[in-house]
């Protein structure tokens, strides 16, 4: 037997890439990524033809393997010369972020060393650094350090769900009270919140669309009135969602109405700041957040507005009770976890036991780089936006929509002879088609319009050059043909 196991062991070694082995793996990576990111300020930002992708079905898992260069090269071809360069600069549209390499490193490190950050006794440093990391978003966003709960998610909709349920779960909501229960936000709320409603199991619950005003906010008269006729009807107001820049147009609700709202018909308040939420660091732009601080939770997304690569939200509460009544558990084979130390963990506070050392990709850059560049970065972002749109409203064959909070706006061109919605769908394609810079697109009131996001450390006066240039030479061919 000792022998079988011996040469069994003798086989396994290999998967830990001994030496030369993982000198010339490292070597081949390291070139690859290498040439990527050099190449990147030149590579597009949307590949429209997505046959290469197929690539993936016909490389069948063999016993063996492949060499590793021949790998890279299945995945040039395959992955990154097809769909959205979330990487470049070039990517204009959705929300983008692009991906520092220091985060990169990062998860490298954590993937390297598997250090477990869920449970503070597996490795009291590495929750040390989430926590860290946690304090630092709870100071920027004036939540009290000793009684806010948080947690690092994968991302903005995992955080909002883990909200929903801490809200649902403090207001006590049970099946019993759905049909009474009521939800508010508005029609520019992101749709994860639908979904984190429907998987909390509120969607039985009565869900108010509250109307927006003329510039995209969520209308504070109107919330009112509809808490007043619930509270009168007999239902019961329980949760108030507003947005700190909703994806559609960039706006930023009217947080401290809002809360004085939620106070007055003792409901839950929720800020999706998804995407807004860091520009809350720039000390200039503070104002438009007021209330931001009030929320009872609080949704921020690292892989947005601190340009992490995708894989970084974060929750925060305001009483870290609500985060610990639904995730909170004790199980037997966890017993050495928790002996002898008081340490919230995160598998405490939110759904996820094993789980990736998450906080390492924004800790790393963070210590390295310092904070002055993402505040550079994102001042930089809010001044291309507004170089952009000032471009726009010269062109008249360009209806633009309201002026830019932060760095998102819609626009659309104008036709005389065709439906505007189809005609904005050809250019739009002709875009895409050309693919040089990516930008997407929205139904607002069924009518279509595109959007500019500006959000990738990697967007700078170059790329937005490109795309005035872009509008319009499509426009001129689009009238012309
Ligand atoms: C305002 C807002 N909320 C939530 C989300 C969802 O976040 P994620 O894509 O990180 O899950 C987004 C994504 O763009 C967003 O813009």
């Known amino acids: 037997m000792r022998d079988e196991i011996l040469k069994l062991e003798k086989a396994v070694l290999k998967l830990d890439l001994k030496e030369k082995r993982r000198a010339s793996f490292n070597a081949s990576i390291v070139n690859y990524l290498n040439e990527f990111i050099d190449n990147l300020s030149e590579s597009k930002g949307f590949e429209n033809d997505f046959s290469s992708s197929k690539e993936i079905f016909s490389t069948p898992f063999n016993d063996n393997g492949y060499p ?22 070039a990517h204009i549209g959705y929300i983008p972020g692009g991906g520092i390499p220091a985060a990169a490193y990062g998860d490298f490190i954590a993937a390297m060393t598997n250090k477990y950050s869920g449970i503070y006794y597996a490795n009291p440093g590495a929750v040390n650094i989430e926590n860290h990391l946690l304090n630092w978003f709870a100071e920027i966003f004036g939540f009290n350090k000793d009684s806010y709960g ?45 979904k984190a409603i429907r998987i909390s199991g509120l969607s039985e619950c009565i869900y108010r669309e509250i109307p927006l005003e003329s510039s995209f906010h969520i209308n504070i008269n109107e919330l009112k009135k509809q808490l007043e006729i619930d509270a009168q009807m007999g239902l019961n107001p329980f949760l108030i969602i507003g947005s700190a820049g909703t994806t559609d147009t ?44 009030q929320a009872d939770s609080l949704v921020i997304d690292p892989h947005k507005g601190m340009f992490l690569p995708y894989g970084s939200g974060a929750i925060l509460v305001k009483e870290k009770e609500d985060l610990l009544r639904t995730n909170y558990y004790l199980a037997n084979y966890m017993k050495d976890a928790y002996a002898g130390h008081e340490h919230l963990s995160p598998a405490d506070l939110s759904p996820e036991l094993s789980r990736n050392f998450r906080g390492l990709r924004l800790w790393l850059p ?60 050809k250019l739009l394609d002709a875009i ?50």
């Open 68 to 89: 590793i260069d021949e790998i890279l090269q299945l995945f040039n071809r395959a992955v990154n010369s097809n769909g959205i360069q979330p990487a470049s600069g």
């Open 150 to 194: 948080g947690n690092l998610t994968t991302g903005g909709s995992i955080a909002n769900l883990i909200a929903i349920v801490a809200a649902r779960d403090k207001y006590n909501i049970k099946g019993k009270d759905y049909h009474k229960t009521v939800i508010y936000g508005s029609e520019q709320m992101h749709h994860c919140l639908h």
């Open 250 to 293: 960039g706006v930023i609700d009217d947080l401290d109405s809002l809360r004085n709202l939620a106070d007055k018909f003792n409901c839950w308040f929720h800020v999706d700041a998804a995407y807004g939420g860091f520009f809350y660091m720039l000390d200039e732009y503070k104002e438009k957040f007021i209330g931001i601080d």
């Open 366 to 425: 963070l210590l390295f780089h310092g904070k002055q560049i993402f505040k550079d970065a994102l001042r930089e972002k809010l001044l291309l936006t507004n170089y952009i749109y000032k471009a726009f409203e010269k062109l008249n064959y360009i209806e633009l929509g309201p002026s830019p909070e932060l760095t998102v706006f819609t626009f659309r061109f104008f036709s005389l002879k065709e439906e505007q919605s189809c005609f904005n769908q």
């Open 432 to 481: 895409h088609k050309d693919g040089r810079i990516f930008i997407s697109s929205t139904t607002i009131d069924n009518e279509l319009w595109l959007r500019v996001a500006v959000l990738s450390f990697r967007t700078h006066l170059k790329e937005i050059d490109l795309l005035i240039e872009m509008v319009e030479k499509h426009f001129t061919n689009a009238i012309n043909s």
